[in-house]
Every structure is written in structure tokens, then in C-alpha cells.
């Protein structure tokens, strides 16, 4: 096999095992027998949600930009979460255009159990494969992460 075409493989491989994590994810809180204690989100507000409380709190014009949305879409997706009580919106006050969304402290330890479950297949990931395994992956992950960084200038 050429150089090039062990490359397209090597692509197709670890983005279908991506797209098969998400997915596995998503099918496992899903199917969790306490999935009724959590409000029904897509996987598109569940990542919002993770990535505000990453940040802490964001514009939407910085949620837009992470979530690789237009802002129009970003600010649909918050007015429903807002909606639902699990955000909040505040203004600044040196800019009463600009918004700032923030987790309702009443929902960070909802989000908090999100996040836990969510990173419960990973664990139970690396028991089946093993630590050394575990740790190969989350150096590459270290790397790939510097490489992107670099890339976005960071």
C-alpha cells in the first residue's frame, strides 16, 4: 500500500471511530435509566452546554465562533435553553449589546451529572483497553491538541 493511501485509511479509521464514540455517547445517556431526570436536549445543546461551562461564560458572538455556528443559530439554540432554565443571559454592563450566557447555577450540578456520564464511556473504555492503551491516547490527544493550538495561533 502506498504511503498516500495508508494515509486516507489511517484518516477514514480515526474519524469513523470519532463518529462511533459520539454516537455511543449519545446512545448511552440516552438509554440511562435516569435519563428522565435530565431535560430532552439534542447532542448540538449538549455541546453548547459543555462548552459554556468550559468558558464559564460567553457572547454569542464567541459561542457562535467555538461551536463553528452562524450567530443567528447560536442565539436560537440559548433562547431555547434559556427557555428551559438552564441558562441565563445577563448584559454587560459597559455594553448593553452585548450578552453574556452563563449555566443557571441551578442547573450547574444537572450539567455537572451530564459531563460525568458522558465521560463514563471513556472509562469504561480504557478498563477494556487497558491503561497502557489509555495513555498512548491521551498523548496523542496532548499532541494533536499543541498542534491545533499552533494552528489557531494560540
Sequence with gaps: MAANDEKWELARLVSGTEHLLHRQRIRRMLADE????????????????FTI???????????????CVKAPAASTMVERLVEMGILTREENPADRREVFV?????????????????LQ?????????????????GDLCKRIQEVLAVEQGQ
Excluded: C
Design 121 to 137: 464511556l471513556t472509562l469504561d473504555l480504557f478498563d477494556k483497553i487497558g491503561l497502557e492503551y489509555a495513555r498512548t491516547w
Design 53 to 67: 461551562r468550559e468558558h464559564g461564560s460567553m457572547t454569542i458572538k464567541q459561542l457562535a465562533q467555538a461551536l
Design 102 to 118: 452563563r449555566i443557571s447555577p441551578k442547573k450547574e450540578s444537572l450539567i455537572r451529572e451530564m459531563e460525568r456520564r458522558h
Design 34 to 49: 435516569n435519563a428522565d431526570s435530565f431535560p430532552a436536549l439534542t447532542p448540538p445543546q449538549v455541546h453548547m452546554l
